[in-house]
């Protein structure tokens, strides 16, 4: 097992009705917050109400700045920056998805940056080195669907439509300070957002349980644990989107999934680095880039570390391998996942995206500026060279 440090000093709160603490939790932090939300806000209209009610009761002031976008643009960052350094808040409250919770942490950080935001994200865009925020204004996050695993994080998405890349800010500062994780808020997601989200979740974990170091015993069971979480109780959800149990389940999952727990010591994630790609120049949703991704990068790679993938077909997949070779249940374990993918309605293919061969160079060539390092490849164990990269590709379409 590899040497790690580990530090995560979110205060969860978790569980249905919790939102209900907010307006206690908040008047620690100080007497005016921001709420950070969608630009198309309908959806989440109620919960927004009952949020200021319950700020408000408190003898809270709220402001809202309700412009993000799905995969936020640093350009949108710079504004809700200008809003909240104007209006002096105390606490900003992210109230949505992984876009809106990224956006809080950008934000919050952001209004202590000097200089050029874009210089707090990672990226291989250009000569300049990413400098992290080292400070940041408090943040609370409120998801209100179960993916990004932003609430327990210290990660932030950011993208620069004119540079068409999608990366992260990635700083101990941006730590909310309180999550509260309510799977009743998750209760109207529709089917299609509840499967991405899905994907979305186990792409946290899968993509470590194949690409990282193989000896991490509690890691491994721990991924083990959060992938079955979500095959359970997904299709439990589509069948009753009412069933708090199985919403509860999956909110939990991706939270565990991606807040450091299920792989201290392996922080590579080469499948969602190839996925950014195709959501900043195809606008392919999030977890959809993972679903696409997910079983074609297993089709072609799992030669190379042949016994995981076997170990993921008989614990994850639960292929019986009484009478089987190796390869056949690694096959089988495969296809049974694609399966999956499938049935909960998320795509497996390039074509579903309307992605053809023709963009391939395009997607290759976005991977190798953003994510390769110096020494020419994919980080990840073992590392993927351009032709490994293509090789996935070529097979997704
Ligand atoms: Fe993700």
Known sequence: MRNFEYYNPVRVIFGAGEINKIGAEAKAFGSKVCIVSYKELNFLSPLITKIKNLLCNEGVEVVTFFDIEENPEIKTIEKGVSFCRAEEVNLIIGVGGGSVMDAAKAIAAGVFYEGDLWNMVYSRHDDVKAVPPTTALPTMMIPTLPATGSEMNQCAVVSNSELKEKSYIWSECIYPKVSIIDPELTLTLPPYQTACAAADTISHVLEIYLNGEEDSDVQHYFQEGVMRTVIDNV??????????????????????????????????????????????????????????????????????????????????????????????????????????????????????AQIAKEHLEEILSGVVKVSFGNDGVLACNPPLNKDDVMNVLENAL
Not at 260 to 273: K, N, V
Not at 317 to 325: G, H, L, R, S, Y
């Open 235 to 352: 299709e439990k959800v589509l069948a009753d989107p009412q069933n708090i149990s199985a919403r509860s389940h999956l909110q939990w999952a991706a939270t565990c999934a991606i807040n450091g727990w299920a792989s201290p010591g392996d922080a590579w994630t080469p499948i969602h680095q190839v996925g950014h790609v195709l959501t900043s120049l195809h606008k392919v949703p999030h977890g959809a880039s993972l679903s696409i991704l997910m079983p074609a990068w297993m089709e072609v790679l799992s030669e190379r570390k042949i016994k995981q993938y076997y170990r993921f077909a008989t614990n994850v997949m639960q292929v019986d391998a009484k009478e089987k070779t190796q390869e056949q249940v690694v096959k089988e374990g495969i296809k049974l996942f694609k399966d999956f993918l499938q049935k909960i309605g998320v795509p497996v293919s390039l074509g579903e």
